[in-house]
């Protein structure tokens, strides 16, 4: 069974930083294109998308939302089907669940994943 499983997340100052870690777990073969998304207080509603945070392809493109542009860095490691997002001069408006997306899951058997969601870690920025 494949599973997404972030960490990293918690409750900082206005300021600091935090990296958080998305794991894949499985017989992977490879992953495409690994993203973070984040969904802010009150935006949970049916129909609220999420917001691209920033995204990695397999070759180490990467892109970026306009409002991290700068503060954050995603990479990621393929050997371990990880990826990180490190997070720098972090600002209350940045509080939200980070999700970690993996698309394009490619397994040892052969089969594929066209993507899959983690379970959200919290990040929470006081002023």
């Known amino acids: 069974q494949v599973q997404l499983v972030e960490s990293g997340g918690g409750l900082v100052q206005a300021g600091e930083s935090l990296r958080l870690s998305c794991a894949a777990s499985g017989s992977i073969l490879s992953i495409n294109a690994m993203h973070w998304y984040r969904q802010a207080p009150g935006t949970q509603a049916p129909g609220k998308q999420r917001e691209l945070v920033a995204g990695i392809t397999i070759g180490g493109s990467t892109n970026y939302a306009d409002s991290v542009k700068g503060r954050f860095t995603i990479s990621r490691d393929n050997a371990k089907n990880t990826v990180y997002l490190q997070m720098n001069s972090l600002k209350p408006e940045d509080t939200a669940v980070y999700y970690c997306?993996?698309?394009?899951?490619?397994?040892?058997?052969?089969?594929?994943?066209?993507?899959?969601w983690g379970q959200g870690t919290q990040v929470t920025v006081s002023s």
């Open positions: 997306k993996a698309e394009s899951v490619n397994f040892l058997n052969g089969d594929s994943l066209a993507w899959l």
